[in-house]
């Protein structure tokens, strides 16, 4: 049976090589979308799955697919569910492993064994009375049945449940008199244990069962007498111990592993024989889904909109509309509530470049980002923000953000970026994309005029999709190819930013106030000066 991949069309590919965090994540903001979404599911290890842009249509159409499935509130619960499970079951085998005594030891394996099969049963009938609509979990449930319906599997099965109704049925009294305590078959068929609690009042000191608990000893070791008492109802009843002895070895006794590394090897080789590692797999490949849809809840509750784009290749004919900035939104419905402000983008089949001039503080390093952010979510297969969406299948996303001279790389500011840029432009082929913010701010106006135009011409002819943020309006006006957009303000009150941003020719006045804000010019600066 050909090992299925819940992330991959095809073979799953070995990404032990792409675990760094790619180069433009910071500018974009995409490390900080990543790092929340990863929130307590460390476990994972999900980083390299959201770093790697897979470079074939297919698997993008086939995380798509499966992205649409999970849009179902009920599947998306009923899979989280699952995983929850599985990952407090794994940790109820961690605080078995540490138990003193090897009964206590056996007797909470076999109940975890149980828990375990019980889990899959369940995920089986309610994936069962869902309509899937994509071939990933088609196959995931297809599997999970073949699995279930094993020879080895159903052997698993049978025995524990034919030992769990062994140990169930044992029965046993304990004497105390003084200070000994006899261990003997019971005489009664009557349970005097909550009755003895009550007139004791133990009630609220008898060990109770949290959720991630696989037994009533599991969540706490054995006191010396007790431990005694469990070995004398062993020597009463030798038969099914002994069975649960040899059962514990053959399917609970943890195993050494070659590494720890959470990667489809090491899951093969699980340290639990009775765990297949196939699950296992899946279950971590479930939470790039689990992760990503559950971190844009908030915003689709909020009434922001999400779909799945088309995917477009050797054509920049994008578009999004009520599109936005996915760390930003994220920002202000954790701390002010409010809503993102949207924007709407699109290019036609002969437009390759959006200028973005207009005021500081406006929203273009935000639109930019957008860009950016979208293309990347696009290519790992994902909703992205906003309706209507056509992206790029891109090969590569190139950011040159404006950031103080850095003394220790041995380069002015204006010769690091022209190195930067040179190096990017070597490697950028059509299906590349650039976001450019404020380059050449270090040198004067003429100078960083005539850089432009000479990177504007490379750009154009590499053909690649490009989004540049700049005070220089004359570089919206070099070519068919380049879309001028302005970042707006209140008609009334042109200190006011709306945060839209729109086509429209530059109007010069951004340079004038960028230079009047930078020397202190503004009429506010220049009636503080007066007062």
């Not at 799945?308 to 004919?317: A, D, R, T, W, Y």
């Not at 993102?340 to 973005?356: A, G, R």
């Not at 390093?365 to 957008?370: E, I, K, L, Y």
């Not at 220790?408 to 970026?417: A, I, P």
């Amino acid at each position: 049976m050909k090992s299925l991949s819940l992330l991959f069309h095809d073979e799953r590919p070995d990404l032990s090589g792409d675990s760094s965090e790619p180069a433009y994540f910071h500018d974009l903001g995409l490390d900080q979308v990543i790092n929340k979404l990863l929130e307590g599911r460390e476990e994972y290890k999900l980083n390299e799955y959201f770093y790697c842009l897979p470079q074939d249509m297919e698997t993008i159409q086939f995380r798509q697919a499966v992205m649409g499935d999970m849009g179902n509130e009920t599947l998306y619960n009923n899979l989280s569910l699952f995983s929850n499970e599985l990952s407090g079951i794994r940790k109820s085998l961690a605080r078995t492993e540490k138990l003193y005594y090897p009964l206590q030891q056996q007797r909470c394996y076999l109940e975890i064994a149980l828990r375990y099969q019980q889990t899959l049963k369940k995920l089986v009938v309610q994936l069962s009375g869902v309509t899937l609509g994509s071939r990933g979990l088609e196959a995931f449930t297809h599997q999970l049945l073949e699995l279930m319906d094993s020879a080895s599997y159903k052997e698993f099965e049978n025995r524990t449940s034919t030992l769990m109704q062994k140990m169930e049925s044992i029965r046993y009294d304990i004497i105390v008199k003084g200070n000994r305590v006899t261990v003997q078959p019971c005489l009664d068929e009557n349970d005097y244990t909550l009755e003895v609690a009550h007139n004791w009042y133990l009630d609220e000191v008898l060990p109770t069962i949290d959720n991630d608990s696989s037994g009533v000893n599991a969540g706490y070791d054995l006191n010396h007498v007790e431990g005694q008492i469990l070995e004398g109802v062993a020597q009463l009843y030798p038969e099914p111990f002994h069975e649960l002895d040899t059962y514990c070895k053959q399917y609970m006794m943890p195993r050494e592993l070659p590494n720890t590394t959470f990667t489809a090897e090491s899951l093969k080789a699980v340290r639990y024989p009775f765990m297949a590692g196939d699950i296992l797999i899946w279950e971590r490949e479930l939470q790039f889904y689990l992760a990503y849809l559950g971190c844009i809840a908030p915003l689709k509750h909020q009434g922001l909109q999400f779909t799945i784009p088309e995917m477009l290749v050797q054509s920049k004919n994008i578009r999004a509309e009520q599109t936005f900035d996915l760390v930003l939104a994220i920002r202000l419905l954790e701390e002010t509530g409010q809503q993102v402000v949207v924007n709407d983008l699109q290019l036609s089949e002969e437009e390759q470049m959006f200028v973005v001039t207009g005021p500081n503080q406006g929203g273009k390093t935000t639109f930019a980002r957008t860009v950016g952010q979208l293309h990347h979510l696009a290519g790992l297969g994902c909703p992205v923000p906003g309706l209507n969406t056509r992206l790029c299948l891109c090969d590569g996303i190139y950011t040159h953000f404006s950031y103080r001279e850095d003394i220790r790389t041995g380069h002015g500011k204006l010769e690091e970026d022209l190195l930067r840029l040179h190096k990017n432009l070597e490697r950028a082929t059509a299906s590349s994309i650039f976001i450019l913010n404020e380059l050449f701010d270090s040198t004067s106006y003429d100078d960083a005029l005539y850089l432009s135009e000479q990177i504007i011409q490379q750009l154009l002819e590499k053909e690649s999709l490009t989004v540049w943020v700049t005070f220089i309006d004359a570089m919206a006006s070099l070519g068919p190819q380049i879309v001028s957009l302005m970042s707006m303000v209140e008609s009334e009150d042109l200190s006011k930013r709306t945060f839209k941003i729109r086509r429209k020719p530059a109007d010069g006045l951004a340079y004038a106030l960028s230079l009047a804000e930078k020397y202190g010019l503004t009429y506010e600066a220049l009636m503080e000066k007066i007062a």
